[in-house]
């Protein structure tokens, strides 16, 4: 596979996923686009061998091939090898060298997949924050390096962006994660609001329920804050494409809220067109500042 086929192969992959993030895409030149859908396809492909491995495939021998595939990329005799086999780290493998993107960070969204292949139960915040640390904080540092910012801050930014987006994900799917035996709410919380882990595997509507989703909505809005807070004036402009994914995000939140928290009854989510629109009013916010 040339790097053209690899590059079509992941840009397709972003194009069809019809991911949140990918709104958020359309606002980069080419070349950075490209390192997105490049990266996308990475998270993407690793998160499907844990949460859709193929019939009869073993998740940790296939996130082992992915973490030395990585791992090849970063040997100067190593490239070529490694990336032959698999278009997505083929089309990594320019970028990261254009762009510098450390080994580890690649290698700490892989550790934070494979948490989900031992880890359903996460006895207080503290355990959860490590997982979305991994799985979408570490992220925005890729991110940070693709859409060129360069103040200190803006790493503050993106780490606190991430546990707000992994928050998010969280409240709005706790149906299919339950259906995977998985529950990412700290076992402390549901005991403090007497939520049982049999009320949500059922998916129980009681005003416990409420008063769980009430605090843990508040607990993700202020990672928004955050995340706003630490937002640099310098990198504003080259951080765009994430406060684009930060208007989205939001809004489901807000959804997932004025719904009255019926997550159970159906997946909390916006239509294309409404996606666009606050995609489009993020932009126009952000570059008339």
């Known amino acids: 596979m040339t790097g053209r086929e690899a590059q079509q192969y992941c840009t397709d ?6 991911s949140n993030f990918y709104y958020s895409f359309f606002f980069l030149p080419q070349e950075r686009r490209n390192a997105m859908h490049a990266v996308y396809a990475f998270c993407r492909e690793v998160d499907s061998a844990v949460d859709e491995p193929a ?3 073993d998740p940790r021998a296939h996130l082992a091939r992915w973490r030395a595939d990585v791992a090849a990329l970063y040997r100067p005799d190593g490239t070529a090898g490694a ?6 780290i083929l089309c990594l493998a320019d970028h990261i060298r254009r762009l510098g993107i450390p080994q580890d960070y690649f290698d700490e969204i892989i550790s934070g997949v494979e948490m989900d292949l031992t880890i359903t139960r996460y006895a207080a915040f ?57 529950i990412y709410l700290p076992t402390e919380d549901l005991r403090r609001f007497g939520y049982s882990e049999q009320d949500l595997l059922a998916g129980a509507y009681t005003p416990a329920f409420t ?21 640099p004036d310098s990198d504003r402009r080259a951080l765009l494409p994430a406060e684009i994914m930060r ?29 666009a629109a606050v995609a489009l009013g993020a932009w126009f916010t952000n570059t008339t500042r």
Do not use: W
Request: proline letters at 5%; glycine letters at 6%.
């Open 13 to 18: 992959l972003a194009r069809r996923s019809g």
């Open 55 to 57: 019939p009869g495939s």
């Open 83 to 88: 990336a032959a086999a698999n278009p997505v």
């Open 126 to 182: 503290r355990d959860l924050y490590q997982y979305c640390y991994r799985v979408a904080s570490v992220v925005g540092l890729v991110c940070l390096k693709i859409f060129g910012a360069r103040a200190p801050e803006a790493q503050t930014y993106a780490v606190n962006l991430g546990v707000a987006f992994q928050l998010t994900n969280i409240l709005r799917d706790l149906k299919p994660d339950g259906a995977r035996g998985r």
């Open 211 to 231: 008063s769980l989703m009430e605090f843990e909505c508040r607990r993700a809005r202020d990672y928004y804050r955050a995340a706003e807070a630490a937002l």
């Open 247 to 275: 208007a989205i995000y939001h809004t489901v939140l807000e959804r997932i809220e004025s719904s009255r928290y019926r997550v159970f009854d159906r997946r909390i989510t916006l239509s294309p067109p409404r996606r």
